[in-house]
């Protein structure tokens, strides 16, 4: 398994701001990913943080409103940017230690924009 | 984005009662994975299935990768008050191979 910190777990945002959230793993991994959850809905996949290059991006969601780096095998981050209510939702990163093989999650990033 | 169709949506049922979970997909998977959340945290993975009928237990967990590969279901045996949370299925596949995940199941646990 992996140790998954994800940084800050909450924070309450004025709209039009922007938002990073980290994401740290205590090992090397073989993919990294974001995801969304909605208040009382099931996770979404935002997009895949490819390390060196930019984020693979799953429909409806774009580089602009979410811009994802991955500068080495441990670390992500998710920027939620010019954020509005709607934005409210957790956000999850999510790894793979190996392809193919169980996923973990880590706690999550409670955001809520006023 | 694509989700699962996880069935029941929600289930409320006396302390040591055993319950039953699906999820069933109009796609192949691979890779079937169960996971239950607890509120303010993040999805803590179960069992994982890489094998058409594949069987596996974890404690008064038990899991099924269905023989056609487009559904899984999850038993919890002798529930207890501790088991309350979402659970959500997860599967792998297809030409991406990304994990989608079931709509969840609200399990709630009289003592």
């Known amino acids: 398994s992996a140790v998954i910190s994800q940084k800050p777990s909450r924070d309450i945002c004025q709209r039009g701001t922007s938002l990073t959230i980290q994401c740290q793993v205590d090992?090397?991994?073989?993919?990294m990913f974001w995801y969304r959850q909605q208040p009382g809905q099931s996770l979404t996949l935002i997009a895949t943080?490819?390390?060196?290059?930019?984020?693979?991006?799953e429909s409806g969601f774009v580089i602009d409103k979410f811009p994802i780096s991955r500068p080495n095998l441990t670390f992500s981050t998710l920027t939620v940017s010019n954020m509005s209510p709607e934005d409210s939702s957790i956000y999850l990163c999510?790894?793979?230690?190996?392809?193919?093989?169980?996923?973990?999650f880590g706690q999550g990033t409670r955001l809520t924009v006023v | 984005g694509q989700q699962l169709n996880q069935s029941p949506q929600s289930m409320f049922i006396q302390e040591g009662e055993d319950v039953s979970m699906n999820c069933t997909s109009s796609?192949?998977?691979?890779?079937w994975l169960w996971y239950k959340q607890d509120p303010g945290e993040g999805p803590v993975l179960l069992i994982a299935l890489y094998k058409a009928g594949e069987l596996t237990s974890n404690g008064r967990l038990t899991a099924q990768f269905g023989i056609t590969r487009k559904d899984s279901f999850l038993n919890i045996s002798a529930s207890i008050p501790s088991d309350v949370g979402i659970y959500f299925c997860?599967?792998?596949?297809?030409?991406?191979?990304?994990?989608?995940f079931g709509t969840g199941t609200l399990l709630a646990v009289q003592p």
């Open positions: 943080a490819n390390q060196g290059s930019e984020a693979t991006y």
């Open positions: 999510s790894v793979w230690t190996e392809v193919n093989t169980e996923a973990f």
């Open positions: 090992s090397q991994v073989t993919m």
């Open positions: 796609s192949i998977f691979n890779t």
């Open positions: 997860a599967g792998r596949g297809g030409a991406t191979n990304k994990l989608i």
